[in-house]
């Protein structure tokens, strides 16, 4: 079992050393793209509130960035290990296959680290403001990681779905745009029952977590930390169910790799 | 080259889009929705962080934020696509192994690569720019909403003849360099963040605004921008700016041209696949 998990992460490791210049301009892209928008939004803001403008865009960009990696880098390998015929390879010698997809978490958090690492260079650089000042480190960590789980299980389901059918990548990608509108809704804007709801959608109470790390202001604390774990829990138990489910399906009728590529 | 052989090229071209769309609908619908979240996000959360106001006072122009983000949007997928399409298209050709194929072709390549995007960049930006037309008529009118469309639509038009020859040219180094995609990758970010795409280049240090005067799409942005000034349009900086962008579309095509032929000879000295 120890060999085995060696094994998946030594694999990921030495892609991404293979791949480096790949993951260095997946990087720079990814960098460059979040600054071109937050430029943008920051053209509204006043200049008495850039510091806190800049910070909160930055944790939203941050965490959509985790969210967006995780579902495209993990979730979309599928297709391509497909098309290698490695799940076939995988399945005949008693490895899940998932269990390597999932190993890309490797690739995905060195692309957001660095991502991240560089856009707080740049903001801090560009307009003197420290996006890093964070008032309860703690809770921000707690929220990322809830982010972290939340959003590999999803890439997990994503890529169980796609072993029976095919997932349009452009709509992936506009289902993860979506998300960053899930992020900047605020709970204190909501009186309850609407704000219990907004916190059961996913993602939702993690950010609101982060959200009240970097203010210092607690609101509704107890609420978000419950869904948090309530929602993670959910999404974890889903995925394994699809992952069972589809790995049941595969030793039942095959892989099917033709029309894929 | 022949007239008819042009025309075959096009032909290809438009039935190529026409095809793909009626196989890919999924495809299509995605393309309706991009621009318009595109356009959410920056909207959305500039309104969260701060005002339109303030935005004005910022830009220091009295001019509409979401008409701005509209001229913005519809150049950053124009030029995208441009990008993608005539500069991406070596690298998609080279992983389909038909790369050997065009090259040795009777026509040129940068022509290939050029006449054979022409119909679906016409056919894209005229679906993106004329999706924002209800957006538009609802935010300044009937009248004022066509003629700013139709501003957009000229200012697409005119904006791809010098990224034509623009993409051409990154695509004969794309045929020297290894590598191509992660060029690629985050030379489109860096083009429109020099271009002024989002965040305009008047407000970017010096350095940075002297590199926005050499690359066309930062004349694309300005001529699809006087739509977001409040009131009527001026003639005068719209045709200043069609001028800057024909005399770019001149130097930039006879540079691809040049240069092109360069790249296919050092892919073919190499074996290129």
């Known amino acids: 079992m120890l060999s085995r998990f060696k094994a998946i992460v030594w694999l990921h490791f030495l892609r991404l050393w293979r791949y480096r210049l790949s993951f260095i301009g997946l990087t720079l892209s990814e960098v460059l793209w979040i600054l071109l928008f937050i430029l943008a939004i920051l053209l509204f803001t006043p200049r008495e509130y850039l510091d806190l403008a800049c910070r909160n865009a930055f944790w939203i960009i941050l965490c959509w960035s985790l969210i967006q990696m995780n579902s495209m880098i993990v979730g979309s390998w599928m297709n391509f290990f497909i098309s290698m015929g490695m799940v076939e390879e995988h399945l005949i010698r008693g490895i899940s296959p998932f269990k390597v997809i999932l190993g890309r978490i490797i690739p995905s958090s060195t692309v957001s680290l660095l991502s991240t690492l560089l856009i707080a260079i740049i903001l801090s650089s560009t307009f003197k403001v420290d996006v890093l000042l964070i008032q309860f480190p703690l809770l921000v960590l707690i929220g990322l990681v809830f982010i972290i789980i939340e959003s590999l299980s999803y890439g997990l389901s994503i890529a169980s779905l796609s072993i029976r059918t095919g997932i349009p990548h452009n709509f992936l990608e506009i289902l993860n745009f979506m998300v960053i509108g899930i992020l900047t809704i605020s709970v204190e804007s909501m009186r309850p029952p609407l704000s219990y709801l907004l916190l059961l959608i996913p993602y939702a109470a993690p950010s609101q977590l982060i959200k009240m790390g970097i203010s210092g202001r607690e609101y509704m604390f107890i609420e978000s930390l419950t869904m948090s774990i309530v929602v993670a829990t959910a999404m974890v138990l889903m995925a394994l169910y699809l992952v069972n489910h589809a790995k049941s399906w595969l030793l039942k009728n095959g892989v099917r790799a033709i029309g894929r590529m | ?273």
Not at chain 2, 48 to 67: R, W, Y
Not at chain 2, 70 to 80: E, G, P, Q, R, Y
Not at chain 2, 248 to 261: K, P
Request: aromatic content about 12%.
């Open chain 2, 1 to 273: 080259m022949k007239m008819g052989k042009i025309k075959t090229l096009l032909k290809s071209g438009v039935l190529l889009d026409l095809y793909f769309f009626k196989n890919n609908k999924g495809n299509f619908i995605a393309m309706l929705i991009w621009p318009y979240l595109m356009l959410g996000l920056v909207v959305g959360m500039g309104f969260l962080f701060g005002s339109p106001s303030t935005f004005k006072k910022n830009i220091g122009f009295n001019i509409d934020p979401i008409a701005y983000f509209i001229a913005s949007t519809v150049v950053m997928m124009a030029s995208i696509s441009v990008m993608w399409e005539v500069c991406g298209n070596v690298l998609f050709l080279r992983w389909l192994g038909a790369l050997p194929y065009v090259i040795v072709a009777p026509h040129r390549m940068s022509i290939i690569l050029v006449l054979s995007y022409v119909p679906r960049y016409l056919f894209y930006t005229f679906i993106q720019v004329v999706e924002f037309l209800p957006l538009l008529v609802l935010l300044e009118g009937v009248t004022a909403g066509i003629v700013k469309t139709l501003i957009m639509l000229l200012a697409v038009t005119v904006g791809m003849l010098p990224l034509l020859g623009f993409s051409a040219l990154f695509a004969s180094l794309l045929l020297i360099i290894k590598e191509e995609s992660n060029v690629l990758n985050w030379l489109n970010p860096i083009i429109l963040i020099f271009s002024g795409a989002l965040y305009p280049t008047s407000l970017m240090p010096y350095w940075m605004w002297l590199v926005s005067r050499v690359l066309p799409t930062t004349y694309t942005v300005e001529l699809a921008r006087t739509i977001a000034l409040i009131g009527s349009p001026e003639l005068a900086p719209i045709m200043f700016l069609i001028g800057i962008l024909m005399g770019l579309a001149v130097v930039y095509n006879i540079l691809s041209y040049m240069l092109i032929g360069a790249g296919e000879k050092s892919a073919m000295k190499r074996g290129i696949i």
